[in-house]
């Protein structure tokens, strides 16, 4: 049974003292031209770089009737907003803790962490007390089951979607966390590009560098945000954490995952090396036949793991794909290709996203780290199609060597502008808070 909150009667009161203003005032502007709002109460569309369509907000006049009573009423209904998440949050948590096994008691820890900072993000956000109380309960039902009685993932994870919704339900809990005003969706010409291959049937793999565990929620949130359908069909390459760590099954369940272990731990333990090949080569079988199938779309993340802050500066820099990786989904196309006609198409991605859920200093990641919510950015570039084209003279060795080159070059580049952009948004929101 969903756990289940009821809005305070004082917050109800304020949002229809709130709205009552609003429709008063607009009701006394009405009719007066440029006295007043008139024809120029709402901004005329604009369309961003990624291609979204804003509006701008209302004008402010200075001479608006109730202003003072309407800035204390958002004030109280914030104030009281805050106080019914966090409230929500413990009630939440006691709740979870009520059922959780003992055994559980240092993830239970972790998970208490998260969910009070998740709380404060979600004030930040200004989430709505109604909605944050059906996602809570939403929450604690499916994260109490993963901690109870963990999901044995098969190598190709579908998404369940029914009879509960693991996908909206991730999308919907991680969508706090991202700034609207300022993440970005660049490449747009890029990203049709790829709706039109999948459309004719062709296959596309996504070859991206990789940040924080909700990374596919970041990419599904923007691609949506942009009205893109094919956000719940990405197929994600997916490393043993996501899909052994009791925090983040939940999540897990609601992507296509194609499940593998990552070089990094191939050897993690040594007694487990040759049955954790053995699994990668029957997630590469599977790979194979969803490229000769055709319409496969592919994201994964060549680096085998998460960008990491250099030591020094403490900026995030872009981990170096792993070569031989990129030239074996290079072959498993060809293979398509000449098996069933499949045409497959690579396309780089940069992504920045740390900000989100920052992965932890150390590179070899522990099932149970500890997690931040904290409210970022999350910006994402679609780069330009690298074409693996035959050229007289060229041996294959080096023809490989410039796919990889041309990739690396896309990513580093994109990530870079997007690492600029970030830095400037920052710089500006200080000097507007000063």
């Given at each position: 049974m969903l756990v289940s909150f009821d809005l305070s009667s004082r917050t109800r009161s304020c949002i229809i003292i709130l709205i009552a203003s609003?429709?008063?005032?607009?009701?006394?502007?009405?009719?007066?031209g440029n006295a007043g709002w008139g024809t120029e109460r709402l901004g005329a569309p604009v369309t961003s770089r990624c291609g979204r369509v804003s509006t701008p907000g209302l004008r402010r006049c200075p001479n608006l009737p109730f202003r003072r009573t309407m800035d204390r009423l958002r004030r109280d209904v914030k104030v009281n907003s805050a106080a019914e998440i966090n409230a929500i949050t413990e009630k939440s948590l006691e709740a979870l803790k009520a059922n959780a096994p003992e055994s559980?008691?240092?993830?239970?820890?972790?998970?208490?962490?998260?969910?009070?900072?998740?709380?404060?993000?979600?004030?930040?956000?200004?989430?709505?007390?109604?909605?944050?109380?059906e996602v809570m309960g939403q929450s604690m039902q499916v994260m109490g089951q993963a901690l109870s009685q963990p999901h044995k993932f098969e190598i190709l994870h579908r998404a369940i979607r029914q009879p509960f919704d693991y996908y909206r339900w991730g999308v919907d809990f991680f969508r706090p966390l991202i700034e609207q005003d300022t993440s970005m969706l660049y490449g747009v010409s890029n990203l049709?590009?790829?709706?039109?291959?999948?459309?004719?049937?062709?296959n596309v793999v996504i070859l991206s560098n990789h940040q924080t565990e909700v990374d596919p929620q970041a990419i599904e949130i923007l691609l949506e945000d942009q009205g893109c359908d094919l956000a719940s069909e990405l197929i994600f390459v997916a490393g043993h954490k996501v899909t052994t760590d009791p925090l983040a099954i939940p999540f897990s369940l609601g992507q296509n995952l194609l499940c593998i272990h990552s070089k990094k731990y191939i050897e993690k333990p040594p007694e487990?090396?040759?049955?954790?090949?053995?699994?990668?080569?029957?997630?590469?079988?599977?790979?194979?036949?969803?490229?000769?199938?055709?319409?496969?779309?592919?994201?994964?993340?060549?680096?085998?793991?998460?960008?990491?802050?250099?030591?020094?500066?403490?900026?995030?820099?872009?981990?170096?794909?792993?070569?031989?990786?990129?030239?074996?989904?290079?072959?498993?196309?060809?293979?398509?290709?000449?098996?069933?006609?499949?045409?497959?198409?690579?396309?780089?991605?940069?992504?920045?996203?740390?900000?989100l859920v920052p992965p932890p200093d150390g590179v070899q990641a522990q099932v149970g780290e500890k997690r931040s919510a904290k409210r970022g950015a999350a910006m994402i570039w679609f780069g330009e199609e690298v074409k693996d084209e035959r050229v007289d003279g060229v041996a294959d060795r080096q023809r490989h060597a410039i796919f990889y080159e041309n990739v690396m070059k896309q990513v580093l580049e994109k990530y870079d502008e997007l690492a600029k952009e970030r830095k400037n948004q920052l710089e500006k929101l200080k000097v507007e808070a000063s």
């Open positions: 609003v429709f008063v005032c607009i009701l006394s502007f009405q009719g007066r559980m008691g240092s993830m239970m820890s972790i998970l208490e962490e998260f969910m009070h900072e998740y709380a404060h993000t979600n004030i930040l956000a200004e989430t709505p007390a109604a909605k944050y109380a049709e590009k790829v709706v039109n291959y999948i459309e004719k049937g062709d487990k090396k040759a049955e954790k090949q053995a699994h990668n080569t029957r997630t590469m079988k599977k790979m194979q036949e969803l490229l000769e199938e055709g319409s496969a779309f592919l994201w994964v993340a060549p680096s085998g793991g998460r960008d990491r802050p250099d030591p020094e500066s403490r900026e995030f820099v872009v981990a170096p794909f792993d070569e031989r990786s990129v030239q074996m989904f290079k072959l498993m196309a060809n293979k398509a290709n000449r098996n069933s006609g499949k045409d497959t198409h690579f396309f780089p991605m940069a992504m920045l996203t740390h900000e």
